[in-house]
């Protein structure tokens, strides 16, 4: 749901300029009528990439999803557009555990006029020479720290500076320099890793839109546990995304494993047969197959179903021990193939070159030719 209207950002004038790839916007609550007027007034408005801000229509002035408005900033005031309204915002604040009664919301002003747009177009034009001096001022620093963002205040009275670090950076004296330079107001913002590659944006080794860019709106995070609840190999190669983390698609199907998982034995639980004691070695949760070989002969895997092993495992508690792991192995018999002829089966000497008439001709004639002299 791009830019919470539904609609995508095909009519949207800004964002080809300012990056608008997130669709973290979805109203699960659109087209059904809110009894409680209560929260008619709360507004949720977003800004550059996904960031979202929460603010009370005081004024109670007519607005609708998708609506550019101008809002109280902390300095001046904001330009954003309206992606929820009503009781699904109250629920929002309550998801992010905000109390308004403690921090009371921020007021939205008016509908956005021409000259308010006229001036936050300018800033937008702005961001990207911004963004170039100031990863040189860093540079000239030589601060450990990576600028990745830069974000205007709609009136052009702040700029916002997004960037990573790994270690804590003194930047006292580059805030100095920035303000001399932009001449505004200047607000450094440390981010993630993932958040980084949220905004810079990109297509995943799935072939589609990284998730981060375009509806998440949280990151959680992820272990190394998913990826061995899921038998999948500990290859980093594989596993990390984009921004060199642990990929956040692990813990999206994780609920699912760890439930089917349950009805598995445990790895270190052996099976005990006349043969010799089974090792577990890897499952497969979907075909519900377990495979296992003998403790003191490693060489050679048994294939087994869940069934058949759980089978096992309870003649095993019942102080039963089966002969082998052999006499429940199903034998895979390969398919025959038939070979039938096709009607209308082209000749196998077609792809061969054929020889033109013409030259047959030719070489006739010379022949004939050499034999009369």
Sequence with gaps: ????????????????????????????????????????????????????????????LVLAEGDLVAVEGNSGHDIGKITLI????????????????????????????????????????????????????????????????????????KVIFYYTAEKRVDFRQLIKEYSRTFG???????????????????????GRELCCSTWMTEFPPVSTSSARYQQLSINPQKISGQCGKLKCCLNFELDSYLDSLKRFPKSKLSLKTKKGDAKQIKIDVFKRRLW????????EMFELSLNQVLKIIEDNKNDKTVHSLEEFV??????????KNVVGQDNINRFDKKKSKKKNFKKRNNRKSKKNE
């Design 292 to 299: 296992y070989v003998y403790k003191n002969q490693a060489s």
């Design 1 to 60: 749901m791009g830019c919470g209207t539904g609609g995508g950002c095909d009519g949207c004038e800004v964002s080809e300029k300012r990056g608008c790839g997130t669709s973290s916007v979805f109203n699960w609550l659109s087209g059904i009528d809110s009894q409680n007027d209560k929260y008619k007034n709360l507004v949720e408005v977003r800004f550059k990439k996904n960031r979202k801000e929460y603010f009370d229509n005081k004024k109670s």
């Design 330 to 339: 199903v034998e895979k018999q390969a398919p025959k193939i038939d070979f």
């Design 184 to 206: 505004v107001r200047i607000e450094m913002k440390q981010i993630g890793v993932r958040q980084e590659s949220a905004m810079v944006g990109g297509i995943g080794s799935c």
């Design 86 to 157: 009503g009781s699904i915002v109250n629920l929002q604040l309550k998801r992010k555990k905000i109390n308004i009664d403690k921090e009371p919301l921020k007021k939205i002003y008016r509908l956005a006029k021409e000259t308010d747009l006229e001036k936050w177009g300018n800033a937008i034009d702005l961001e990207e020479s911004t963004l170039k001096k100031a990863t040189l001022i860093i540079n000239n620093h030589k601060l450990e720290m990576k600028l990745v963002d830069v974000e205007f205040q709609g009136d052009k009275s």
